[in-house]
């Protein structure tokens, strides 16, 4: 914030102050500076931020700090909010009154959406509408005081969702998964699938489940201790509501329950990417080969007896099967959140899903249980994963909305058993091998840093871990990875707009610029392993930046210059 935005402000808001109270503005002001700073401000960055004369500055900062209402810190010179401030927020939410706060929320969602919202709560196994607002015209038709079944809807899936897990296993329990048309979840297996992808996604989806012709969106408004207090649902005609029109609106939900109660909620991926820059340096033509629309389009490899390329769509959840040759992309849909897919010698394919390590018959979808790591790591799913030299599998996992740093990384052999290489992971991502299979290279994408540690080919032992290149928030966040045969890492920058390359020593060597904010996997592939390939996602992209960027969560391609090294397949045990 600029000082003359802040005194222009000033300016905008004084005639709404009455007589009298230009002190305690002032003060409310500063307040305001202090709670919206990203990082916390030092005395003199606050006087010049505030616009005000230095003495009035001091007598109004030393009586906010006597009151409580902001702390200083005075090892580090900081000044942040106050411990009075924890006090009032329990108080309010003691009296919280969420019909009266929402009002305002549900009548702007249903003028600007022009469809029926509404307000609701769980009430046992079923949801309570609260309140609603229509919009112009045609509109689904929803009365207050109603209640609906929880697992056909999705309010009442939201709501489920994010319940602590011993509040889940009662609700279950006691559910009758009655089927109201041919889209209805019936299977509590299949429910707790759906649930699981609802915490990762942040928003539920009822295509037609409750009534045909009739779909929704859902999200959890959550209080103070990460509990649903209620939920926002949007329903419209399927016909208005399309699977492709419901996402956006799912991220519009989501703004909206963060500003009814102030309170962030579970998800903790970014909603808002990095501004996009214009390089003078744009490497090699780059083509967008599939304009999919993947919600968030991960795990590229190539498949060389094939020559195609599998990747996932995680929240699909899909695994895909593109075609250089023709530019078909066959899909098929596994009913689960689906991370990384793997090439085995047997045909088959070794997928990383919320349940474990599973293989899948691409042709006839069907899936069979091959191991957990984390099998009672309640919270948590894998993540990344690829075939190392060797032929054993290495995977990641992360906490489902990525708010705690309960990832780990192991290492699978062909026998199901299985050792830890790391623990403590908020992310974990983008996993790769120097040419020589001495060096493995190893992403957490929350702190933002590619890890380097000395491997023994075919081993799997780690040692000498070392920081080889961070990229700073404010640039991005690295995600999958690959590496090419000069030794070349080439990076993935989510809310970049971009890939990196880096040299073998970590210097950053060369940038390709992308036409979509959030890049998630690279991989080499071709004939030649000539062709760079890049999975992309729109998953809670703001209206605003999809419009910038419509080919968000498509596939791209280019031909920098190097060449990748083939993968690995997982060999499967007689």
């Given at each position: 914030m600029m000082?003359g935005?802040?005194?222009?402000?000033?300016?905008?808001t004084?005639?709404k102050?009455?007589t009298?109270a230009a002190?305690?503005a002032?003060g409310?002001?500063l307040?305001?500076?202090?709670?919206?700073?990203d990082?916390p401000h030092?005395?003199?960055?606050l006087?010049?931020?505030?616009?005000?004369?230095?003495?009035?500055f001091?007598?109004?900062?030393?009586t906010?700090?006597?009151?409580?209402l902001?702390r200083?810190d005075?090892g580090?010179?900081?000044?942040?909010l106050?411990?009075?401030?924890m006090?009032l927020?329990h108080?309010v939410w003691d009296?919280?009154?969420l019909s009266?706060?929402?009002?305002?929320e549900l009548q702007r969602?249903?003028d600007d959406?022009?469809?029926?919202?509404?307000?609701?709560?769980?009430?046992?196994?079923r949801?309570l509408?609260?309140e609603?607002r229509?919009?112009q015209g045609?509109a689904?038709?929803?009365?207050?005081?109603?209640?609906?079944?929880?697992?056909?809807t999705a309010?009442?899936?939201?709501?489920?969702a994010?319940?602590?897990p011993?509040?889940l296993?009662r609700?279950?329990?006691n559910?009758?998964?009655?089927?109201?048309t041919?889209?209805?979840?019936t299977?509590k297996e299949?429910?707790?699938a759906?649930?699981?992808?609802?915490?990762?996604r942040g928003?539920?989806?009822s295509?037609?489940?409750?009534?045909?012709?009739?779909?929704?969106?859902a999200?959890a408004?959550t209080?103070?201790d990460?509990q649903p207090v209620g939920?926002?649902?949007?329903l419209g005609p399927s016909?208005?509501?399309?699977?492709g029109?419901?996402?956006?609106?799912?991220?519009e939900?989501m703004?909206?329950?963060?500003?009814?109660?102030?309170?962030?909620?579970?998800?903790?991926?970014s909603?808002?990417?990095?501004?996009r820059t214009?390089?003078a340096?744009?490497?090699?033509?780059?083509?967008c080969v599939?304009p999919?629309?993947?919600?968030?389009?991960e795990s590229?490899?190539?498949?060389s007896g094939e020559n195609?390329l599998?990747w996932?769509d995680i929240?699909k959840?899909?695994v895909?099967r593109f075609d250089?040759?023709?530019?078909?992309n066959?899909s098929c849909?596994v009913?689960?959140?689906?991370s990384?897919?793997m090439?085995?010698n047997?045909?088959?394919?070794?997928l990383?899903?919320?349940?474990?390590l599973e293989w899948?018959?691409?042709?006839?979808?069907?899936?069979?249980?091959?191991?957990?790591?984390?099998r009672?790591?309640?919270?948590?799913r894998l993540?990344?994963?690829?075939?190392?030299?060797?032929?054993a599998v290495?995977?990641?996992?992360m906490?489902l909305?990525?708010s705690?740093p309960t990832g780990?990384?192991?290492?699978?052999t062909?026998?199901?058993?299985?050792?830890?290489k790391e623990?403590g992971?908020?992310?974990?991502?983008?996993?790769?091998w120097?040419?020589?299979s001495?060096v493995?290279?190893?992403?957490?994408?929350v702190?933002?840093?590619?890890?380097?540690?000395?491997t023994?080919?075919?081993?799997?032992?780690?040692?000498?871990k070392r920081?080889?290149?961070?990229?700073p928030?404010?640039?991005g966040?690295?995600?999958?990875l690959?590496v090419d045969?000069q030794?070349g890492v080439?990076?993935?920058i989510?809310d970049?707009?971009?890939?990196?390359?880096?040299l073998p020593?970590?210097?950053?060597?060369?940038?390709?610029?992308?036409?979509?904010?959030?890049?998630?996997s690279?991989?080499?592939?071709?004939?030649?392993?000539?062709?760079?390939?890049?999975?992309?996602?729109?998953?809670r992209?703001?209206?605003?930046?999809?419009?910038?960027?419509?080919?968000?969560?498509g596939?791209?391609?280019?031909?920098?210059?190097?060449?990748?090294?083939?993968s690995s397949e997982f060999?499967v045990g007689?």
């Amino acid at each position: 914030m600029m000082q003359g935005e802040t005194v222009k402000e000033d300016r905008d808001t004084k005639a709404k102050v009455p007589t009298g109270a230009a002190a305690l503005a002032k003060g409310l002001t500063l307040l305001d500076i202090i709670a919206d700073a990203d990082e916390p401000h030092r005395f003199s960055e606050l006087l010049k931020l505030s616009g005000l004369p230095k003495p009035t500055f001091a007598r109004i900062l030393k009586t906010l700090i006597a009151f409580g209402l902001v702390r200083q810190d005075e090892g580090k010179g900081i000044y942040t909010l106050g411990p009075r401030f924890m006090e009032l927020s329990h108080k309010v939410w003691d009296t919280f009154d969420l019909s009266s706060v929402a009002g305002s929320e549900l009548q702007r969602l249903s003028d600007d959406l022009q469809e029926t919202v509404t307000l609701c709560r769980l009430d046992e196994d079923r949801v309570l509408y609260l309140e609603e607002r229509s919009g112009q015209g045609l509109a689904v038709r929803v009365d207050v005081g109603q209640k609906v079944p929880a697992h056909a809807t999705a309010a009442g899936k939201a709501l489920l969702a994010f319940q602590d897990p011993t509040t889940l296993r009662r609700l279950l329990q006691n559910m009758s998964l009655h089927a109201f048309t041919d889209q209805t979840i019936t299977s509590k297996e299949q429910l707790q699938a759906d649930l699981t992808l609802i915490r990762a996604r942040g928003y539920a989806i009822s295509l037609e489940e409750h009534f045909a012709g009739v779909n929704s969106v859902a999200v959890a408004i959550t209080g103070k201790d990460g509990q649903p207090v209620g939920a926002l649902a949007v329903l419209g005609p399927s016909s208005r509501m399309t699977e492709g029109q419901i996402h956006p609106i799912g991220r519009e939900l989501m703004a909206a329950a963060r500003r009814i109660t102030g309170v962030a909620g579970a998800v903790a991926i970014s909603s808002q990417p990095r501004p996009r820059t214009n390089r003078a340096n744009m490497a090699k033509p780059l083509e967008c080969v599939l304009p999919w629309g993947a919600q968030l389009g991960e795990s590229p490899v190539w498949h060389s007896g094939e020559n195609k390329l599998y990747w996932v769509d995680i929240l699909k959840p899909s695994v895909c099967r593109f075609d250089p040759e023709t530019g078909s992309n066959d899909s098929c849909d596994v009913g689960k959140l689906v991370s990384a897919v793997m090439p085995t010698n047997d045909g088959r394919l070794l997928l990383a899903t919320q349940d474990g390590l599973e293989w899948l018959d691409f042709v006839s979808a069907q899936l069979t249980p091959f191991m957990h790591p984390e099998r009672d790591v309640a919270g948590n799913r894998l993540n990344d994963a690829k075939v190392g030299p060797g032929g054993a599998v290495w995977v990641g996992s992360m906490r489902l909305d990525a708010s705690q740093p309960t990832g780990g990384l192991y290492r699978v052999t062909n026998d199901g058993n299985f050792t830890v290489k790391e623990t403590g992971i908020a992310v974990s991502n983008g996993l790769g091998w120097s040419p020589d299979s001495r060096v493995f290279y190893f992403v957490d994408t929350v702190l933002g840093v590619i890890y380097a540690y000395d491997t023994e080919p075919g081993i799997g032992t780690l040692t000498n871990k070392r920081i080889f290149a961070t990229i700073p928030e404010s640039e991005g966040r690295p995600d999958g990875l690959t590496v090419d045969d000069q030794g070349g890492v080439w990076v993935a920058i989510w809310d970049g707009w971009r890939v990196n390359r880096y040299l073998p020593d970590g210097t950053l060597d060369r940038v390709i610029d992308l036409p979509v904010p959030r890049p998630t996997s690279v991989t080499f592939g071709g004939e030649n392993l000539d062709t760079l390939y890049i999975t992309s996602a729109r998953t809670r992209l703001p209206a605003a930046t999809l419009a910038e960027a419509p080919l968000s969560g498509g596939l791209f391609t280019c031909k920098p210059g190097e060449k990748g090294i083939a993968s690995s397949e997982f060999e499967v045990g007689s």
